[in-house]
């Protein structure tokens, strides 16, 4: 079967980019905005989906589903993409895209294929496709993961890591445990140097020598808290990625709670489109500081 | 009082560069090297250090005396000295500059100041002082630093933070949270993706994606064992910090387990003169992967 029609749930920040990017690449797509908040509505307007009205219509029309959403909603929108495909009879692939674990992917599919489809495990790395010149990458692994490599394209760049479920998992946790996991960690310590009165000199001396985390904390830092929330989970599923190989959970438990930290400022309640470009890193600093102490991580 | 003796204890990997360095600069360098390994004998020897013999002799003959030395040793070290201090009768200025948290050093300081002498609470910030073109900063705080702005010269940079104890541990702390907070977190999300039969892909993500971290990556982790075993009671010490000023305290709780790991295996045994150079990061991520899972750290 050649994939026509893809469905995306849920067409948000990540989702609509994919949205455009598979409209240009010629394929029909599909979502359900049933119960969608109004900025999802909108992203999804922008890059041209056709709201099929039910998730029962989505199995039926689409050959293909990508699940994009926050990590703590996979494995409730597999069961109610399970339910569709039992009641319709329609089994069209079924792709899980989030920030999970190994483990939190093995689970999904057992949904997927206790309901008699394909379970693909895959992991997005990168910003959302068409934001940037080069492609987004996409891990895939499963039994049969070829209906994914149908929408490799010139942004969406789909790597094959083979039959086992939980290896595309696998890569994405380990690549964003060291991107999202150093961010929150200078996060960490430039908030407790604020709260210690020591700012002065921890940029004075980032800056000198480490000039390119002193870039990567002047260009991330400010707009951490506009993700924040919607990566705490994916902290949480990080730590257990990290600890179920034996390697130590704490880091990304911290990150977790410093996303928390950020998410409980008022900068959290600005989106990418209507956030304060002009407020510095030190203001930011001083916002972050007066929200300590952060409070313990819920999975903890 | 001009400061004509530099006390340095002990003249390990870090002391003995401080000692080139004051040697250099013209003042007379002393130690004590009773019970010392010898290969900080050997170190001692290279800096033209003078073996005064007792601690009693080092209170009695040094004008400053910098306590550089693994933190969890950082104590037992101030109580000998003030001991020392009480039978002599000498009182030579103290700075501990050694790796711990603002409450540790407030804690060190009680014996100094409790035997009439002068304490000053000191941070190193990089590389032992010549080993590269800038000089190394040094930070100092409390009611009288003066003494150690003797020491500025163009290996050693001393910078004033002012009358606090606690505030030059707290800018060395925030500013190790960051550097080997990050080595570490790139070990653990390195390993866990050996572990996952995933590195060929993440290697690949971060070389493309992030050419700094990856350049990072491949100085430090193969020579990060070499010091793992000394770092991390610095770890726990900067856990203390976090968690002191309301930040989250799991990060460097994570790198303590990490440092922990690193020493565990044989690269550990090996020293900055004679370890193999030509082990590649995939062998070494071998060898950590194979020492997994790691040992929760003492102190959490």
């Known amino acids: 079967m050649t994939i026509e029609t893809v469905a995306v749930l849920s067409p948000g920040d990540m989702g609509h980019n994919y949205g455009i990017a598979l409209d240009k690449a010629g394929f029909r797509i599909i979502t359900c905005l049933d119960g969608r908040s109004e900025r ?32 703590a909603n996979s494995e409730g929108i597999a069961k109610e993409i399970a339910k569709a495909m039992e009641s319709t ?6 792709a899980d895209c989030n920030a999970i674990s190994p483990k939190t992917s093995k689970i999904v599919g057992t949904h997927i294929i206790g309901a008699g ?3 693909i495990d895959a992991g997005i790395v990168g910003p959302g496709p068409g934001t940037r010149e080069r492609p987004t990458s996409m891990y895939v692994s499963g039994p049969n993961s070829k209906p994914v490599m149908d929408i490799n394209g ?12 939980g290896k595309a998992s696998a890569a994405k946790m380990c690549y964003a445990a060291i991107t999202k996991g150093s961010w929150t960690l200078y996060t960490t310590a430039l908030v407790a140097a604020e709260a210690l009165g020591v700012s002065e000199q921890l940029h004075s001396a980032l800056k000198q020598s480490r000039p390119s985390i002193w870039a990567d904390i002047e260009k991330m830092l400010p707009r951490l808290p506009l993700d924040a929330g919607r990566w705490i989970g994916e902290m949480e599923e990080i730590a257990e990625t990290m600890g179920a190989a034996g390697a130590s959970s704490h880091f990304h438990r911290g990150a977790a709670e410093t996303m928390e930290l950020l998410d409980s400022t008022p900068i959290a309640k600005e989106t990418r489109e209507n956030y304060d470009k002009d407020r510095t890193l030190q203001q930011c600093l001083g916002i972050f500081a007066e929200h300590l102490p952060v409070k313990s991580a819920s999975k903890n």
Not at 154 to 163: K, Q, S, T
């Open 89 to 94: 009879g329609s089994k069209p692939h079924f």
């Open 117 to 119: 489809a394909n379970y």
């Open 154 to 165: 010139p942004h969406i760049e789909v790597i094959d890591l083979g039959a086992e479920i």
């Open 40 to 71: 999802t509505k909108e992203l999804a307007l922008k890059a041209n989906f056709e709201d099929v009205g039910s998730i029962d219509d989505v199995v039926r029309e689409g050959d293909l589903i990508l699940s994009i959403m926050p990590p």
